[in-house]
């Protein structure tokens, strides 16, 4: 009985990714169709290497990322950016190699004019030069942090 549950173990996680791909998935985890990222943060900078941009710390951290249609269309489409785009980035280390930290980020654009831009909202922080952090909570040897909490926090013009 062992064996077969053995065997079967086997077969699932031999299929994973070829559903993955059959999915939409890539090699690296992204579905570009569905808007997502799904796996190792490795694969985020689109290199297999142990490594993301060149540092091993998160490399091994499970990854799901998410973004809006609109920033789909500016990011890879070469529409202008709007207060329509967002993206959401949930980090968990807390896996065998991983960090060991575990981080959600809701990122919004708000213009170069950033803190004086009308999207911007009380509580966020700038990134990338146009971008607000609205949301930033983790943990690290489990003590939380909130570094950003915006309000409102949830997506979409307000």
């Keep these: 009985m062992k064996r077969v549950m053995l065997v079967l173990v086997v077969l699932v996680l031999l299929t994973i990714p070829a559903m993955l ?3 939409g ?3 690296y985890g992204y579905n570009y169709t569905a808007r997502i990222f799904v796996g190792p ?3 985020v900078d689109r290199n297999l290497d142990g490594m993301v941009w060149g540092d091993p710390t998160y490399a091994n951290d499970h990854l ?3 973004w809006s249609k609109a920033w789909d269309n500016a990011r890879f489409h070469g529409a202008l950016w709007g207060p329509e785009a967002w993206l959401t980035n949930e980090w968990n280390g807390q896996v065998p190699g991983g ?3 575990v981080w959600h980020y809701k990122i919004i654009w708000v213009g170069p004019e950033l803190q004086n831009s009308p ?6 922080y700038p990134i990338w030069g146009q971008f607000e952090v609205i949301f930033s ?3 690290i040897a489990n003590e939380h942090f909130w570094e950003a909490h915006a309000r409102p926090a949830g997506f ?3």
């Excluded at 999207?119 to 966020?124: A, D, E, L, M």
């Design 41 to 43: 943060a490795d694969g």
């Design 99 to 101: 960090s060991g930290e």
């Design 64 to 66: 799901v990322m998410k």
């Design 156 to 158: 979409g013009v307000h």
């Design 119 to 124: 999207y911007w909202r009380p509580g966020g």
């Design 21 to 23: 791909v059959a999915a």
């Design 137 to 139: 909570h983790g943990t």
């Design 25 to 27: 998935f890539d090699q």
